[in-house]
């Protein structure tokens, strides 16, 4: 491997971290073009209390999401595992009129 190519691949999960930041987080304005708020924009100690606040109000919200969606699938998993036993029954008795219907 040439060292140009190590070079570049080193480089790789920096450049993407910069990519993430416009400078630190709580330093100012959003990635978005607008202001952060006032408080952001001023930046300092406050901005990156609200940062991180900011931060754990996602996280927990996403951490939420993920546990209503286990819900709904957990449901649905048990609405399609008694579709299922409908069925097989009706299978089975559908099976037995045939039987039936062959002996007579």
């Known amino acids: 491997m040439s ?3 190590r070079t570049r691949t080193s480089l790789m999960p920096a450049i993407a971290n910069l990519r993430m930041y416009s400078g630190e987080p ?4 959003g990635k978005g073009g607008g202001g952060g ?3 952001r924009e001023a930046g300092g100690s406050f901005g ?4 991180v606040r900011e931060d754990e109000y996602f996280y927990k919200k996403q951490r939420q999401q993920l546990v209503d969606l286990k819900g709904v699938l957990n449901q ?4 399609h595992e008694d579709q ?9 008795r559908h ?3 045939m039987a039936k219907m062959d002996d007579k």
């Open 37 to 39: 708020g006032s408080i």
């Open 48 to 51: 990156k209390m609200e940062a």
């Open 84 to 92: 299922i036993k409908r069925h097989e029954d009706a299978i089975r």
């Open 76 to 79: 649905e998993i048990a609405f």
């Open 3 to 5: 060292f140009i190519a």
């Open 95 to 97: 099976k037995e009129k």
């Open 26 to 29: 709580g330093s100012g304005a």
